[in-house]
């Protein structure tokens, strides 16, 4: 791969005049509404993945936007929405592929996976011949992924979880990073993701990709989606796509190792923590308590970090994950520091406080808190 040092216009979409996907000519300076079809129902009826391209007037990178490969992942969808309705910025260079929903039969069903059992995102680049789920990702791959220059894959927490914003990608890869960096993430998860993967299979083919995961299923969640939008206005403006400076978190650390806090019991829970809380080692994360409120356990944080995502579910069963706290290398002063020099922090505070809407949040008995920057 090219050095990421290149400009875009060397490295991604050069010379991108004429763009044909899924049967059809989009021109430059052109938006088309169009449907790809992935799938027949048992009837032999086609099943079609609606998404738009939106070509700015000179050529310029292509970047696909894709959300809800789980079907039951709409931040993501409300994120590709929103650019798509709200038109948040001036599109001057290059090309958007726009992906509302991947997995339309999961979409469809309310479930995160395909009808067959299968995980979408287990699945790719997939295979001409293979399962209904194979078949599918082989679609998506061939005539969207593979004919754009870089993509941006959004995702959520499973079920009865919330994640507090962050970016995964594989940093070993330079056009992967960069992307990373300037989508403006205080995390960054570095890593090549699971086998099968859409943003894995992505890199792999050639096409650098990250993931944004950010909040919980079946919500489209306003401070989520306005991060997504501005998350997405940044890497398009590191690419020269479009002319607005780009704005930048209080901090970003790249994360190498994160840890999950399970029960050792099963319980009531009640949170002492919340989505994007910095959390010192010992510090306890919540306490486990049986129907009539006698403590079973004290949940704690084995490191200092940052609590990267949580469950939402008060009710927990032994080996049950609680807590996904993600472990700076370098601990948790420089972010300490960071964010005592932010002067605009209120993109932090209100993550934090609308994801953990569906949290009840207290003090521990006897617990001496750690003061919060």
């Avoid at 919500?219 to 991060?227: D, F, G, H, Q, R």
Wanted: with cysteine; net charge neutral.
């Amino acid at each position: 791969m090219s050095n990421a040092g290149d400009g875009p216009g060397e490295r991604l979409g050069r010379a991108r005049v004429g763009f044909e996907i899924a049967g059809r000519r989009v021109a430059l300076g052109e938006t088309r509404d169009l449907a790809l079809e992935v799938a027949r129902n048992a009837s032999g009826r086609p099943i079609s993945l609606p998404f738009r391209v939106w070509r700015a007037p000179e050529p310029g990178p292509t970047v696909f936007v894709v959300g809800a490969v789980h079907g039951d992942e709409l931040n993501g969808t409300g994120i590709v929405r929103s650019l798509m309705l709200d038109a948040p910025f001036a599109l001057r260079r290059g090309s958007l592929v726009l992906v509302p929903v991947a997995n339309i039969l999961g979409f469809e069903d309310r479930s995160r996976y395909l009808p067959d059992r299968r995980d979408l995102n287990r699945s790719f680049p997939g295979s001409a011949d293979g399962s209904l789920a194979g078949r599918m990702a082989h679609t998506l791959f061939r005539e969207i992924v593979a004919k754009c220059d870089a993509g941006i894959d959004l995702h959520t927490a499973a079920a009865g979880r919330t994640n507090y914003p962050n970016i995964r990608a594989d940093v070993a890869d330079p056009w992967t990073a960069r992307l990373a960096r300037a989508f403006g993430s205080p995390l960054i998860v570095t890593g090549p993701g699971p086998a099968g993967s859409l943003r894995q299979a992505a890199v792999a083919a050639g096409v650098p990709t990250i993931v944004l995961e950010a909040g919980e299923v079946w919500k489209v969640e306003p401070s989520v989606v306005a991060y997504g939008v501005q998350g997405v206005a940044n890497v398009l403006a590191d690419l020269g796509m479009v002319d607005a400076p780009p704005s930048t978190p209080p901090f970003q650390a790249e994360i190498t190792r994160t840890t999950w806090v399970r029960a050792a019991q099963g319980g009531f829970l009640r949170f002492h923590v919340g989505p994007g809380d910095l959390v010192e080692a010992g510090q306890p994360i919540a306490t486990n308590a049986d129907l009539l409120g006698h403590p079973v356990e004290v949940l704690s944080a084995p490191d200092g970090g940052v609590v990267l995502g949580m469950s939402t579910l008060p009710v927990v069963l032994p080996g049950e994950p609680v807590c996904h706290v993600a472990v700076p290398a370098g601990g948790l002063g420089p972010i300490r520091r960071a964010l005592r020099r932010s002067a605009d922090r209120h993109v932090h505070a209100r993550l934090r406080d609308d994801l953990a809407t569906n949290v009840s949040v207290t003090a521990p008995p006897a617990y001496e808190a750690v003061v919060a920057p």
